[in-house]
T-cell receptor, first 117, second 115 residues
């Protein structure tokens, strides 16, 4: 069935290192993916998105990679900072389906990223 | 104010109480959503409103009753809840979901505790 999950529930890195957060999805028809960051006491905040016609997309200090062959999504954070400590969620969406519910994002459980000073 | 706001931020209620959660978005979006976030579980979509019309009820118990008087405001009316309903309730909004990227903007949530 449709599901989005994460390989690792927790990730601890040193300040300044690069972080990689992984996500696996099971629905090969999904064509739009989003990464969200949720800090303690706050709602999820958009980080970056990618459509299935792309393999890579870069933002400020973040890169999302999409491997449709193995249905894998990753978020790379360069030079991780203490302010990056949060739970990171990936979500998938079937936006291109005709008549489909393209507003339904399916979320993974999240990975807790801890940045050590 | 900008973005998506939610009130109250924290709520403690008994199982026989009636309360309401409020969400307001200042982004000019047409779609609004209620999510439930429980510990160690993925975000669960509860309701979706598009242009004030409810387009999704994701098998939510009737003790949760949504209301969307206009495209900027969304309420979640609570009645005779159970302790297992304790969770963070998140509101989100997005542009017309039939077009655009599908990105949803979230509020800070209401932390609900049912005694």
């Amino acid at each position: 069935g449709e599901s989005v999950g994460l390989h690792l529930p927790t990730l601890s890195v040193q300040e300044g290192d690069n972080s990689i957060i992984n996500c696996a999805y099971s629905n090969s028809a999904s064509d739009y993916f989003i990464w969200y960051k949720q800090e303690s006491g706050k709602g999820p905040q958009f980080i970056i998105d990618i459509r299935s016609n792309m393999d890579k997309r870069q933002g400020q200090r973040v890169t999302v990679l999409l491997n449709k062959t193995v249905k894998h999504l990753s978020l790379q954070i360069a030079a991780t900072q203490p302010g990056d400590s949060a739970v990171y969620f990936c979500a998938e969406n079937l936006s291109s389906l005709v008549g489909g519910s393209n507003y339904k994002l399916t979320f993974g459980k999240g990975t807790l990223l801890t940045v050590n000073p | 104010e900008t973005g998506v706001t939610q009130t109250p931020r924290h709520l403690v209620m008994g199982m026989t109480n009636k309360k309401s959660l409020k969400c307001e978005q200042h982004l000019g979006h047409n779609a609004m959503y209620w999510y439930k976030q429980s510990a160690k579980k993925p975000l669960e979509l509860m309701f979706v409103y598009n242009f004030k019309e409810q387009t999704e009820n994701n098998s939510v118990p009737s003790r949760f009753s949504p209301e969307c008087p206009n495209s900027s405001h969304l309420f979640l009316h609570l009645h005779t809840l159970q302790p297992e309903d304790s969770a963070l309730y998140l509101c989100a909004s997005s542009q017309d979901p039939t077009s655009g990227s599908g990105e949803q903007f979230f509020g800070p949530g209401t932390r609900l505790t049912v005694l």
